[in-house]
Nanobody, 117 residues
Framework: VQLQASGGGLVQAGGSLRLSCAAS????????MGWYRQAPGKQRELVATFSLGGSTNYADSVKGRFTISVDNARDTVFLQMNSLKPEDTAVYYC????????????WGQGTLVTVSS
């Protein structure tokens, strides 16, 4: 599975961006897809995940501002980011996980989001 993230950029505080992550390859047994981020000097953290059973999960810091969704073909995951804050500045990575033994994780290359104050 290959993941290609796009949509990052520079935006002013209060603005919006929409990230996309297109998956290709063998998507059989993919359990969830999600977005993570890593700010300079910090560890990578969960932003939002979308279980292919339909449930979503968000970090407390983005609840009510960010929305994760998946297209009908289940091969592209989006992250709509509204009311952006400077603390949202980070490299955003998409992730997909297969239900296999052992579990296999796939990561995209990251897309930079910079929010200016």
């Amino acid at each position: 599975v290959q993941l290609q993230a796009s949509g990052g950029g520079l935006v002013q505080a209060g603005g919006s961006l929409r990230l996309s992550c297109a998956a290709s390859g063998n998507m059989f047994n993919i359990r969830f897809m999600g977005w993570y981020r890593q700010a300079p000097g910090k560890q990578r953290e969960l932003v939002a995940t979308f279980s292919l059973g339909g449930s979503t999960n968000y970090a407390d810091s983005v609840k009510g501002r960010f929305t994760i969704s998946v297209d009908n073909a289940r091969d592209t995951v989006f992250l709509q980011m509204n009311s952006l804050k400077p603390e949202d500045t980070a490299v955003y990575y998409c992730r997909a996980q297969k239900i296999t033994t052992p579990v296999v994780d796939y990561w995209g290359q990251g897309t930079l989001v910079t929010v200016s104050s």
